[in-house]
């Protein structure tokens, strides 16, 4: 197998995989059951899930579905428990967290209303802190590892996604300092920072996109909507129709997750980017800051 010539065997090992709504979740799930992982796929709702259903379809008998939101203390709790029950037979521990949960929040900050602010910040922040604490002493157990994922906003300033960019870099601040206090414990810490368009569970489609939109204006105050103008708001609108398109290629991300969970010894930042992405990130902390807006439009 591709993971045992990289150094681990995975068999009779334990990865739990968040947020198995996004399809690269589910992909990163798939891959590593046909590895030989035993895989336990949180999703936010389980019940009814075709996504969930064809999951378990196509894997093998290992793989195991869980009722698991990251804003939820019992539902965390309750999976913790789960797990200890259903590892591997002679397993102590979870070999590997994989934070896959992110949501996005887009639009100006003054248009967001703030329970979806909140929502933001308590997934992609705040309930993966929570579950890594939860989590911590099975992963301890089994000497594994965390992998958070990112993504290229934590690094590139960008309007009309600043909630997005707020957490993912919260994330990777959180993740930096989480590593430097695990590595005495033997358990590591990896960051795969994925493409802005990978991570995520909120590729929106059209309709979707519209009805937020309209939500969001009927929210504004007259004050505001004076202020920014429908034409404004709409073209700013239009700016985020490539979230509309979630089947782009994100293999070179499952490959950087699937990587930090079975090398032996992996690195601590994977960042599965274009070129194009790696410049701008580069430019964006090293260059002036005017002379970048100049030339990416900030």
């Known amino acids: 197998m591709v993971c045992v010539a990289r150094g681990i065997s995975p068999l009779g090992k334990a990865v739990l995989i968040t947020g198995c709504e996004s ?23 389980l019940q009814d899930s075709d996504d969930a259903t064809t999951l378990k379809e196509t894997s093998s008998g290992r793989l ?28 102590s521990g979870l070999w590997a967290l994989v934070h896959c949960d992110l949501w996005n929040a887009l639009g100006e900050l003054e248009w967001v209303p703030f329970p979806v602010l909140r929502k933001s910040f308590d997934v992609n922040v705040l309930g993966a802190s929570r579950l890594t604490q939860i989590m911590l002493p099975l992963i301890r157990s089994g000497k594994g590892r965390i992998v958070f994922l990112s993504s290229a906003l934590a690094h590139l300033p960008s309007p009309v996604r600043g909630v997005l960019c707020a957490t993912q870099a919260a994330i990777e601040g959180f993740a930096v300092c989480l590593r430097k206090e695990l590595t005495p414990r033997q358990v590591g810490v990896s960051i795969v920072c994925a493409s802005e368009l990978t991570a995520g569970d ?69 960042t599965p980017l274009t070129c194009k992405e790696k410049f701008q990130i580069i430019a964006a902390e090293y260059m002036p800051s005017l002379l970048y807006e100049i030339l990416f439009k900030a």
């Open 23 to 45: 399809p690269l979740a589910r992909a990163l799930a798939k891959y590593l059951d046909d590895l030989g992982f035993t895989v336990f796929a949180g999703f936010k709702k």
């Open 64 to 91: 195991k579905l869980l009722q698991l939101s990251v804003t939820s203390e019992v539902e965390m709790l309750e999976a913790s428990l789960y797990i200890a029950q259903h590892l591997p037979a002679g397993e």
């Open 202 to 270: 909120a590729w929106l489609d059209d309709k979707d996109m519209r009805d937020q939109a309209k939500s969001m204006w009927a929210l504004l105050s007259e004050e505001q909507k004076n202020t920014y103008g429908e034409d404004y708001f709409e073209q700013a609108i239009r700016s985020l129709e490539p979230f509309c398109y979630g089947d782009g290629d994100f293999h070179a991300t499952v490959r950087a997750l699937s990587d930090a969970i079975v090398r032996t010894f992996p690195v601590f930042r994977y």
